[in-house]
């Protein structure tokens, strides 16, 4: 089972509002919004470029893991996310074949999806993320930037 595309590049960041000049000004990116991921203590800043997706993450609490990120590497790349179909199977099957999971089940993530995290020890260095799409089961604030 293979992967179907490139969902979104995940970037952290300290504060999206700074951050927006960069992506939507100089870069032409189209800004989608921003969305609160309690669970996860992040909100997400959204940025389409073409068929991809940008996701600013910004920590709402120092206990979160992008806090924790910022705080070693600070801003920058965080992670690379692919849509794929049935993500129990495929985490199965990843888990099977030796690759280190973050997550060994589905949990919710933003935009109305199921995310799983592949350890970067197992992808060459790089975090991971499984996506798969779902409707109306996130629990998810769409909330205003500022």
């Known amino acids: 089972m293979s992967v179907k595309q490139i969902n979104h590049i995940g970037i952290a960041v300290k504060s999206i509002e700074d951050q927006r000049p960069f992506y939507e000004g100089s870069l032409g990116a189209k800004f989608e919004g921003v969305e609160l991921v309690a669970d996860q203590k992040v909100r997400v800043g959204f940025f ?19 806090a924790k990120f910022l ?12 849509t794929v179909s049935d993500l129990p199977l495929r985490l199965a ?17 933003a935009h109305h999806m199921r995310i799983a995290f592949l350890h970067p020890k197992s992808t060459g260095g790089v975090l991971t ?17 500022t």
């Open 48 to 66: 389409r470029v073409g068929d991809v997706r940008l996701e600013l993450l910004e920590p709402t609490d120092p206990t979160s893991t992008i």
């Open 71 to 82: 705080d070693q590497r600070g801003d920058g790349l965080h992670h690379i996310a692919f």
């Open 93 to 109: 099957e990843l888990k099977q074949q030796g690759l280190r999971l973050i997550d060994e089940a589905p949990r919710n993530g």
């Open 129 to 145: 993320e499984l996506c798969e799409p779902q409707s109306g089961t996130c629990e998810k604030t769409q909330i205003p930037l």
